[in-house]
Every structure is written in structure tokens, then in C-alpha cells.
């Protein structure tokens, strides 16, 4: 009886997964959703099958597609709102089936493609996403308290490396013993360092680049103190305790593969597209590990590159990448300015005058201001004060305002 029982909840369970699973079978160019799976085949005349979602900027997508006939080798490719080439994986690296695997952190907002093709056969397309988290910044010298326990469980700090220099990231824990798991992953999602307990005068050290990563943690709720982080450059100096092994990520040689001859720049690592030849410019784009960019021109210095991103243009530093192709007689191009904000400030100055003495209907009370300009507008509120012998009927005011000028 035991044993009916047992079997008959086993069932019951595996029925309840099958009906958790939303199994549907798409055609080509049908419109996905995250959390999707799909049923599609290829043969001999559809050698690859083309599928769409929807995604925003900073969505971290995870596309996963599985050959579920014998001797179907899939392969994925993910393309932009523009039609280009963002991430492709043929097999995973961490089994020894034949199923290909991406993920991709999207850099903007539009509808994207899914290319699968392969042999012949059934395959099985999964897509996911974590959403964009809520990322805190960490500046430059600018130590950032993270207190314990976590008032949001997913809490992400970022921090930009230097094209010039080593970045370090530090970490003091109190108390010291605090066991906590914290993980730098680049802006893919990629893990490039973790540590885990005796996070007390801990130090990590990145390659020079110009890449944002993220720092994300695994605490349990019941670990009370705080962690400190602080953003520095140069090399990992000793304290007043012992110092503790450094670990140095530089991002592996990497060969780029011009397109069509023309001048085109890739890196190992991710990489950014700013706004503007400086680290001053905003940053437009993270651009993929391994994809190539189209050159159009260069900085006067020749120490950034004009690109074209997602149809836009944009900004590389030339020491952060390699590059391929014609680039010996690029146009230099001149940026825009970067954008300042303008306000329109109003000062109040409110000048105090007091008179001592017996006031009359006649007298008159002037005081005398000095305003100093920098503002648009200056607005003067005379206020005044009166030790009075009678009681008068009005008073004339009449202020006079001296101007300086800068």
C-alpha cells in the first residue's frame, strides 16, 4: 500500500512540473517572452530557424537551445534591434552535451533576434533574463559602506576601471571574521574574481581597462557589521596587517578579425563606448568580449576611435583594444563638447538695517547692500528693524545696491 502510495505522489509531482513548463512550438519569426521554451525542428530546406523578443536595456538574457533529437548539433546567435552580431555559442563549456548556451547583458532597449541553426533535426529553445538590477556607483577614492544584513538581498555596486593604471578594489570587514561571498562579475554576467570570509584587508587588482563590472554578495540575513569597498588605482598597498594575497586579472591576448578590410578594433574583455573621446563622456554602450567594431575615424591624438555602435556613433579608448584592417589612414574626427548642465539660480540677499531713535512720518531708513553677481537673478528683501520713540505713520524705504564686479 506504501508503495502505490509512493508511486501515485511521483506522479502527481512529475505532472505538476509538466504543467509548470509552458512547452510550445514556435515557427520562424515567431515573438518570444522571458521564460519561453520552445519546440522547433530543422531539415534540409530550413537550416535555421529566426525568432524575437523584447527586451530592455540591462536585461541579462540566457538563451539555452538543446538538440532533442539523436545527432542534432544546435548552434545560437544573438543579434540587435540593428542586425548585429552581439554574442554566438556553438556548445557548452560545462557539459558534454551538444547544447549551446549565451548569455548577454542587452545594451539597450528594442526587439532582438535569435538565430538557430545546426543539423537536421528537433531542438528545444529556452530563453530567460534577470532583469536590470538597481546598481549603486563606486567613485574613485570614495569608500562605500555596505551594512549587514542586507536591506535588499540584491544589492549590486558597479565600478569602471582606468585605461591608464591598475584598479584596485578593497575590502575591510567589521568585525573581521564576517562570512560573506562577494563576486565580481563583468557587465555579462561573466565571474572574474570571488572571495569568500576573511574579507578583512582583502585586495583586488584589474588589468588596465575600460570595462564596467559589478560587485554582487551572498550573505546570510542573520550575519550582522558591514563591509567597507574603496575604488583606488596603482598596485595593492600593505596595511597594518598582514598582506594578503593579491589576485590580478589581465584580459588574455586577443587577435581581431577585420571586416571587409576596413579599420576594426576588439578586445578579450567587454569594453565601453562613450559619448566622447575622454573618460569625462558618458557611457553609451558596453560592447561584447571577442565582437568586432567598425572604425570611422579617430580622436586628434590618435588616442581614442571613432566607432559606429548599434547605429550610433561613439568613442573607444585605443588602449583598451586590438586592432585590424586598414587603420593607418583614419580621418580624425572632432567630438562635441560634453554636456553641462545650465541653471538658473535666483539669490535672495536680505539686508538688515537698524534704526535707533524717534522715527517721524518723514524719515527715511537707507540702507546699504553689496551683492556680489554670479547668479542670473538677484533678488534684495530689505529687512528692517526698529527701536521706535513714537509710533509713526509710514516709513520710506529706499534701499541702494552697490554691484562688484567679478
Not at 575615424?297 to 586590438?322: E, K, L, R
Not at 531708513?365 to 528683501?381: A, D, I, S
Not at 530689505?382 to 527701536?387: K, L, Y
Amino acid at each position: 500500500m506504501k508503495k502505490r502510495a509512493s508511486v501515485l505522489a511521483l506522479v502527481l509531482l512529475l505532472a505538476a512540473l509538466i504543467s509548470a513548463v509552458t512547452l510550445t512550438t514556435a515557427q520562424e519569426g515567431d515573438s518570444l517572452n522571458y521564460g519561453s521554451v520552445v519546440l522547433g525542428n530543422l531539415d534540409a530546406q530550413t537550416t535555421s530557424a529566426q525568432y524575437t523578443f523584447t527586451g530592455i536595456a540591462g536585461d541579462r538574457v540566457t538563451v539555452t537551445v538543446s538538440g532533442a533529437t539523436a545527432g542534432m548539433n544546435p548552434s545560437v546567435t544573438l543579434l540587435s534591434p540593428t542586425g548585429e552580431t552581439l554574442a554566438s555559442n556553438d556548445d557548452s563549456l560545462f557539459d558534454f552535451s551538444r547544447n549551446a548556451v549565451l548569455t548577454y547583458r542587452l545594451p539597450a532597449a528594442g526587439t532582438y533576434s535569435l538565430i538557430v541553426s545546426g543539423t537536421a533535426g528537433a531542438f528545444l529553445l529556452t530563453l530567460d533574463a534577470n532583469t536590470a538590477p538597481n546598481m549603486a556607483t563606486i567613485s574613485l577614492n570614495q569608500p562605500v559602506t555596505v551594512n549587514l544584513p542586507l536591506t535588499e538581498p540584491g544589492q549590486v555596486f558597479a565600478f569602471n576601471t582606468s585605461p591608464a593604471t591598475t584598479t584596485t578594489l578593497l575590502i575591510d570587514a567589521s568585525p573581521l571574521g564576517i562570512d560573506a561571498y562577494i563576486e565580481v562579475v563583468d557587465f555579462n554576467g561573466r565571474r572574474i574574481a570571488s572571495l569568500r570570509g576573511d574579507l578583512d584587508n582583502a585586495c583586488l587588482s584589474f588589468a588596465p581597462g575600460d570595462e564596467l563590472n559589478e560587485v554582487r554578495f551572498g550573505i546570510a540575513p542573520n550575519v550582522t557589521g558591514s563591509l567597507m569597498l574603496t575604488l583606488g588605482q596603482g598596485t595593492c598597498l600593505p596595511g597594518t596587517q598582514p598582506q594578503p594575497p593579491v589576485a590580478t586579472f589581465a584580459p588574455p591576448v586577443f587577435q581581431v578579425t577585420p571586416i571587409n578590410g576596413a579599420c576594426t578594433i576588439g578586445s578579450a574583455s567587454n569594453f565601453n563606448v562613450r559619448s566622447g573621446p575622454g573618460l569625462q563622456y558618458s557611457i553609451l554602450f558596453v560592447w561584447a568580449a571577442r565582437q568586432p567594431l567598425l572604425v570611422v575615424g579617430q580622436s586628434a591624438d590618435g588616442q581614442w576611435y571613432a566607432v559606429q555602435a548599434y547605429g550610433t556613433p561613439g568613442w573607444v579608448s585605443s588602449s583598451v583594444v586590438t586592432r585590424g584592417g586598414a587603420c593607418d589612414q583614419l580621418p580624425v574626427l572632432t567630438p562635441q563638447p560634453p554636456l553641462t548642465a545650465t541653471t538658473t539660480a535666483t539669490a535672495t540677499t536680505t539686508a538688515t538695517a537698524t534704526a535707533t531713535g524717534t522715527l517721524t512720518a518723514t524719515d527715511e531708513v537707507t540702507p546699504e547692500l553689496t551683492v556680489t553677481p554670479g547668479t542670473p537673478t538677484t533678488t534684495t528683501e530689505p529687512t528692517i528693524e526698529v527701536t521706535p520713540g513714537a509710533s509713526p505713520t509710514s516709513e520710506t524705504i529706499t534701499p541702494e545696491v552697490t554691484v562688484l564686479p567679478v
